[in-house]
């Protein structure tokens, strides 16, 4: 299912539609960080893929480093399988939420040609 969200333009009196599903992840860890720092090279290759097929956005460690954010956008049954591929996930080192987001403003560096051009 598609989600038809209306994004302000920071400093425009505009408004564009945007036909796009926006996701937050976050990632829990469930284990010490020497399993996780074991699996790293192989999560981060996996982010690397996702990133290359367009699905991801921005991702990073939390800090005090208990998981991480990544956000996605795409369809969710993408989203969901490429999680799912995820190592961290794989070995049962981490669990993910997928939380679906309705963006209706952007700014600051998200105000940009490149931001909007991903979620048009």
């Known amino acids: 299912m598609n989600v038809i969200a209306t994004c302000v ?5 505009s408004r564009d539609f945007y036909d796009v599903e926006v996701y937050v992840i976050l990632v829990n860890y469930l284990v010490d960080l020497s399993a996780i720092d074991e699996a790293l090279d ?21 800090e005090p480093r208990t998981g991480g954010i ?7 049954a993408a ?12 070995r049962s080192l981490a669990h993910h939420e997928v939380i679906e ?13 490149s931001i909007r051009d991903v979620v048009r």
Request: glycine content about 10%.
């Open 70 to 76: 990544i956000f996605a956008v795409g369809d969710r």
């Open 42 to 62: 192989a999560h981060i290759r996996w982010l690397d893929e996702q990133y290359d097929a367009g699905l991801f956005l921005a991702s990073g460690r939390r």
């Open 101 to 113: 987001f309705h963006p209706s403003r952007l700014g600051g560096p998200l105000d940009a040609d």
């Open 79 to 90: 989203i969901d399988a490429a999680v799912a591929r995820d190592p961290f996930a794989e």
């Open 9 to 13: 333009l920071r400093g425009s009196s």
